[in-house]
């Protein structure tokens, strides 16, 4: 953009056919003056602005500081919350499990026989209807009822488990079941727990 | 001036020339930024930002029918050191510091995981021999919570904690052969879980982020994908008669010297199994306690010879037929030698007996039962077996499933055209022994057989639901004249008195088979069964007995108690009347 356009540009000047555009521009810019300091002085500072201006900034500072405060101490609860849920989830699975072992069929069938439970293998019924009386009511017997054996059908989820008065379950296999049938093991603690809790 | 404007001229000329070689040079180079090589660097780029941790999805449980739980995931821990910083640490006890020593420390962790401390020390020093700035070494894993718990009070600072996922079977044997089991890394290897593993198993997710500075997620870029866990594969076995059965069978196993045995117990109006016991039972959560050949279901895996228990499926077709009834005659010999060639024995010595089909039945005599059954064409006989669901694998679909062996009527050599009316000269499985005698007390209307109920998902619905059309077999006057000469065989036949269940009707037939010895002969061992079914006036429940070679008591008084038993504690659990009505009294012999 050099030599070629320049001249191309100062064409006109030179024959002087654009001279009067310059002239009615002129008024116009008139209008436009600097402005001189002496008119700023003139207006005396207010403090009230400053003062709002400055309280202002203070209170946004001090809300901004606040309210993260107020946040982070809300995350660290949310955390610790957090914290509690996933302990007391893994409780409940715990203790779900427990329960699930306690109430196999195992444990709870060589519980009943430790206990002096016998089987009954000969069913009766009353017939509510008529009140008939169904079967033939035979007392069970631990001769007639089927021995319950802990290592016939294993688990080795509950082999550690203790039997209520504190018996072994192994100990207290089919073997034994005549001994419990006469001297019936009394309940002491409530339920039996996993020796684990 | 011509000169100054040509000199410009070759200037512009260059430069732009110039701009466009480098113009060019950029745009092939963006190009091949972002288009030629575009996925390998952003995945380059991707994986020097982008991190991320894998979301494990839990495997569904193993449901027994009334929903409790034959195989469940649970969380297990690992606690593992950074031998590096293993030394001695400071405790706070009551409000005062005390120091800890390295000893007291892995005295401490051994007394919560089971080993003892100088094994524990041993861990630490071994990871610090092979590298002096080991920061990693395993202590103990499959921890339990309480366990973890107290080494977390230990406030040792050099350890750490991380969760794996685990198996447990609450119930340990109690279907154990059902429900199979899962390998070290928690994939399926057995039963359910095998056959179910696409319901049980989840769907990992994932959580990816960008990681700046210091590998802390930077804001807004965390992408999760939650996992999808598994479902529940709910199964139609009833815990209790699974575990009673389990239990009689492997009493009277033991009591009489059995290798092996199952106790198949159906639903009559479903087909669904209420149990299946096994002896040798496997415990799923104690794999290596069982020999390697017990830890499979026999039941629908092995197939074997079933011998007399099949003489009902040949009766039931003849009356079908209508070429025989229960009260046709036969006179039968202890050896019977028909035109064909073939050559067919009681299994004592008898004189000629005269005897109706009712009594071949109660006799359970072969050579009578081989007059009858050459009524009937073979390929007739084998379109039976057909009809029964003899000849193909059950709908279960249990894994290594077995569809029973049996020739084509067309290659029956003669022995085996007889043998077949008898239970002999052809396999079958335990499952499919049970579901012939569901068709029969289900008046002649077989249903498949079903195991599952279907795969429970968390928001409630079932899938997978098996199809429970039953299909027409013979009629139910046929099935009903089988199921009243069973109840003969409860009530006159020789074992009458050991399978009494008092006050309730059953039907029965006993069976006792020679076994191949795989040289095409026989061996000197037996299969005793029983199969049956119970109330025999309105039949809800079909119970199968089998027991591999018994060497204390060769024959079908064996499994008689456990008929019984198991028989009388379904009858009991399930709340069914005793019988009102009196058994049916069909003539034996004329």
């Not at chain 2, 007291?104 to 094994?119: L, R």
Request: proline residues 6%; glycine residues 10%; negative net charge.
């Amino acid at each position: 953009m050099s030599g070629a356009t320049a001249a191309l540009d100062l064409a006109p000047d030179r024959f002087g056919r654009a001279k009067p555009r310059p002239e009615r521009l002129a008024p116009e810019r008139r209008h436009i003056r600097a402005v001189l300091p002496g008119a700023l002085a003139k207006t005396r500072p207010r403090p009230l602005y400053a003062v709002i201006v400055v309280g202002a900034v203070i209170a946004i500072v001090s809300g901004q500081l606040l309210l993260s405060v107020g946040l982070s101490q809300g995350a660290y609860q949310i955390q610790q919350l957090e914290g509690q849920q996933v302990e007391l989830g893994r409780t409940s699975a715990a203790l779900a499990e427990d329960l699930d072992r306690l109430a196999s069929p195992q444990y709870l069938a060589v519980n009943a026989q430790a206990l002096g439970m016998v089987g009954n293998s000969l069913p009766s019924y009353l017939r509510l209807s008529d009140g008939a009386v169904l079967g033939t009511p035979t007392p069970a017997a631990a001769s007639t009822s089927p021995i319950f054996g802990a290592t016939l059908v294993p688990n080795a989820q509950t082999a550690t488990i203790p039997l209520v008065g504190g018996q072994n379950p192994a100990a207290a296999d089919g073997a034994s079941s005549p001994d419990a049938g006469t001297t019936p093991v009394p309940l002491q603690d409530g339920l039996p727990s996993p020796t684990t809790r | 001036m011509v000169r100054h404007t040509k000199t410009t001229r070759r200037r512009l000329a260059f430069t732009i020339v110039a701009v466009s070689i480098v113009m060019t040079l950029f745009v092939m180079r963006l190009v091949d930024i972002q288009v030629v090589r575009a996925s390998a660097l952003s995945a380059e780029s991707l994986e020097k930002t982008e991190t991320g941790d894998t979301i494990l999805a839990t495997r569904g449980s193993i449901l027994a029918s009334d929903g409790s739980v034959l195989a469940e995931a649970v969380m297990r821990y690992t606690v593992q050191v950074s031998p590096k910083d293993a030394g001695e640490f400071e405790r706070d006890v009551d409000g005062t510091e005390q120091t800890i020593t390295l000893d007291q420390a892995t005295n401490e962790i051994g007394a919560i995981v089971g080993k003892a401390g100088p094994e524990v020390l041993a861990l630490i020093t071994d990871a610090l021999a092979a590298d002096k700035d080991s920061l990693y070494a395993l202590i103990a894993k499959n921890l339990t919570l309480d366990q973890l718990r107290a080494l977390k009070a230990l406030e040792i600072p050099w350890t750490t904690f991380s969760e794996s996922p685990s198996r447990v079977y609450p119930n340990g044997a109690v279907a154990g052969n059902i429900v199979g089991f899962v390998g070290e890394e928690g994939e399926a290897q057995a039963g359910v879980e095998l056959m179910d593993d696409s319901c049980l198993a989840g769907e990992n997710g994932r959580t990816t982020y960008e990681k700046g500075s210091g590998g802390l997620p930077l804001p807004g870029t965390t992408v999760t994908q939650s996992a999808k866990d598994g479902g529940d594969v709910v199964l139609t076995i009833d815990k209790d008669i699974q575990w009673f059965s389990q239990q009689s069978l492997a009493a009277q196993a033991q009591a009489v010297g059995a290798s092996w045995g199952i106790v198949t117990v159906m639903e009559v109006s479903t087909g669904k199994l209420l149990a299946v016991a096994e002896y040798p039972a496997v415990d799923p959560g104690n794999v290596s306690a069982t020999a390697a050949e017990d830890r499979g279901s026999r039941a629908f895996a092995a197939p074997f010879e079933p011998g007399s228990t099949y003489k009902s499926l040949t009766a039931a077709a003849l009356i079908d037929q209508g070429v025989v009834s229960p009260n046709s005659q036969v006179v039968a010999p202890f050896r019977y030698l028909p035109s064909n060639g073939a050559d067919i024995n009681d299994s004592e010595f008898h004189d000629d007996m005269n005897l109706t089909l009712s009594g071949v039945m109660v006799q359970s005599s072969n050579t009578g039962m081989s007059q009858f059954g050459e009524k009937l064409d073979a390929d007739t006989r084998y379109a039976y077996f057909q009809k029964f669901g003899q000849l193909q694998k059950s709908e279960v679909g249990f894994p290594s499933e077995s569809g029973g062996i049996m020739a084509d009527a067309a290659d029956w050599d003669n022995q085996t055209t007889y043998a077949t009316m008898f239970g002999q000269g052809f396999s079958t499985t335990a499952i499919q022994g049970a579901s012939l005698y569901q068709t029969i007390a289900n008046g002649g209307v077989r249903m498949p057989v079903q195991l599952v109920e279907g795969c429970k998902h968390a928001d409630g619905t079932v899938t997978d639901v098996p199809d429970a059309t039953g299909t027409r077999v013979v009629s139910a006057d046929a099935a009903k004249q089988v199921s009243d000469m069973l109840e003969m065989v409860d009530q006159e036949s020789w074992v009458a008195a050991n399978v009494d269940v008092p006050g309730y009707r059953v039907a029965m037939k006993t069976g006792t088979a020679q076994q191949p010895d795989g040289e095409g002969g026989y061996s000197s061992s037996y299969l005793v069964s029983m199969a049956g079914f119970a109330p025999a006036e309105a039949p809800q429940f079909v119970v199968s007995v089998n027991l591999a070679d018994p060497v204390k008591m060769n024959s079908s008084a064996a499994v008689a108690p456990i008929f019984r038993d198991v028989t009388t504690q379904v009858l009991k659990s399930r709340g069914v009347q005793p019988s009102t009505e009196p058994a049916p009294n069909l003539p034996l012999d004329f």
